[in-house]
């Protein structure tokens, strides 16, 4: 299709401008009002105890869901594209579940099984054990939510990878193990990467399912998102302040996973 | 997998039936719950809709034209992704809120969210897009303009044909995320009943039942859509 120079101009003008609209100003503005007090200000917001401990919190969850989702994740990419099971069709579209799923439903979902009054909720109060309104809870629902996205990544380029060098290693008397190691984990490898990526930008992220399952008390069960959420709707002097110096330090963590996301992008298609 | 998302899933469906299919039925039909399914479902339907067109519009200038700064802009497309929802209803709160720089008062009403849900959902018509587009023979259109095709007929008969698999896919999945939405929209939305919204309210004012209750309904709809996915996949596929 060749295209007049005009309307190609004009179409990347009306492109450009969606994007300044809507991506360039929303977030040049937050960086905009957590200086405007001075960057002290903005710092001492950050270093709050409830802001550190927020922050570590996070970090936590990530640590935590991260590598349970990459060995999930690389493991049913592999049932999904290596085995013959039954079931698998179904298997295949399920795990999409939890990208369609309201993050709200997944909270409401775990307190009917693990809270007060759930499902496993007296067994676990006999035995002392919290989850809902504890860390725990957060953890599985970050789980949950973050679950899809290296199996979405790892399976394709097993797909297309083929098994030929698996079964070559097979006859050369690899055991599976070494296969794994030697021969699938290299050639999967830019996938795992960028679905580990987009796993930890979730995972810090979110917060519809969380703040189900958290008690929302600073200083315990507050994580970065929930921090933002309750200075943004507290009326009080700085409080908004503070809200922005917290979503400036989350940010700050998403472009991070931006940039490794524009490193390994390319990559992975390769 | 079944442990950690059939289980949970399944506790919610019963709650919503556990007082009686009756009760059930009376808590999605109250007219609060149709006006709140109606507004979700309406404002899903229209970001997704000005998603398709705008995502495409993307794709294409991403992919066909060249201009300095390209590869920053391409980079960006993925900041939704990237940035955490709750930072993006801040930032639009602080645009369009009351102290807006343009005197714009998008916040607290139906056209904050609308925004806010265009922002999250940006990337998904985008990336589906643009791979096919990068795949998509040249040859083809160039045989047809050569035939006396007009650009808009080679547009409609030949480009977007071959595209509509990945427009379709990206639309359902950027409709399926609206009606899920809750960490954008819960700092703009006020009074807007935004499902997701609603539903914690009730959770919070402890009526598990309510929420359970709108939540199949939300489930059921996300169940379709993916369904409607896997056919346009496996079509996109061959």
Same mark, same amino acid.
């Given at each position: 299709m060749r295209v007049s120079r005009r309307a190609r101009l004009s179409l990347r003008g009306i492109a450009l401008l969606y994007l300044l609209i809507l991506l360039l100003l929303p977030v040049g503005a937050v960086f905009i009002r957590t200086f405007e007090h001075g960057f002290s200000t903005a710092w001492s917001w950050i270093t709050t105890p409830a802001a550190v401990s927020a922050f570590w919190l996070s970090v936590v969850i990530a640590l935590i869901a991260v590598p349970l989702n990459t060995i999930f994740g690389v493991g049913t990419a592999l049932l999904l594209a290596r085995s013959k099971v039954r079931g698998r069709k179904l298997l295949n579209s399920l795990i999409d579940l939890p990208f369609v799923v309201s993050p709200v439903i997944v909270g409401l979902a775990l307190v009917l099984v693990y $809270?007060? $009054?759930?499902?496993f909720g007296s067994w676990l109060l006999k035995h002392g054990i919290? @989850? @809902?309104?504890a860390p725990a809870g957060m953890v599985i629902a970050t789980v949950f939510v973050s679950l899809p996205f290296v199996v979405r990544e790892v399976a394709p380029v097993l797909l297309e990878a083929g098994d030929e060098q698996e079964q070559a290693a097979a006859t050369l008397g690899a055991s599976s193990w070494q296969t794994f190691w030697r021969v699938t984990l290299p050639s999967i490898r830019w996938g795992v990467a960028y679905g580990v990526v987009l796993t930890t930008a979730r995972a810090l992220g979110e917060i519809g399912a969380v703040a189900v399952v958290s008690s929302n008390v600073a200083g315990s069960t507050l994580t970065l998102p929930l921090l933002v959420q309750q200075r943004a709707s507290q009326i009080g002097a700085g409080q908004i302040t503070g809200a922005y110096a917290a979503a400036t330090e989350l940010a700050v963590m998403s472009l991070i996973v931006l940039l490794a996301m524009t490193v390994l992008g390319p990559r992975r298609a390769r | 997998m079944s442990v950690i998302v059939l289980i949970p899933l399944a506790a919610v469906t019963v709650k919503a039936v556990s007082s009686g299919l009756g009760t059930f039925w009376s808590s999605v039909t109250n007219s609060f719950a149709v006006s709140t399914l109606e507004v979700t479902l309406g404002t899903s339907v229209l970001v997704a809709a000005i998603s398709a067109v705008m995502g495409t519009l993307v794709a294409w200038v991403l992919v066909r034209d060249e201009f300095p700064g390209k590869r920053f802009i391409n980079a960006l497309i993925d900041l939704p992704f990237a940035l955490p929802t709750i930072v993006a209803g801040l930032t639009l709160i602080t645009l &369009?809120?009351?102290?807006?720089p343009f005197g +714009?008062? +998008? *916040? &607290?009403a139906w056209a904050g969210v609308l925004v806010a849900l265009l922002f999250v959902s940006l990337p998904f018509v985008v990336r589906s897009v643009q791979p096919v587009l990068i795949e998509l023979d040249r040859e083809v259109e160039e045989a047809a303009a050569s035939l006396g095709a007009s650009n808009l007929t080679t547009l409609r008969r030949i480009v977007l044909p071959s595209l509509r698999p990945a427009i379709l896919s990206g639309t359902a999945l950027a409709f399926a995320r609206c009606m899920g939405e809750y960490g954008s929209v819960v +700092?703009? *939305? *006020? %009074?807007? %009943?935004i499902a997701s919204l609603v539903i914690f309210a009730d959770i919070e004012n402890g009526a598990p039942q309510a929420a359970a209750s709108l939540s199949v309904v939300l489930l059921l709809i996300a169940v379709l859509v993916l369904f409607a996915l896997r056919r346009w996949g496996d079509r996109g596929a061959r």
């Open positions: $809270g007060q $009054g759930g499902w919290m @989850i @809902i309104y | &369009y809120g009351p102290n807006s +714009l008062h +998008l *916040a &607290y +700092l703009i *939305a *006020a %009074k807007v %009943k």
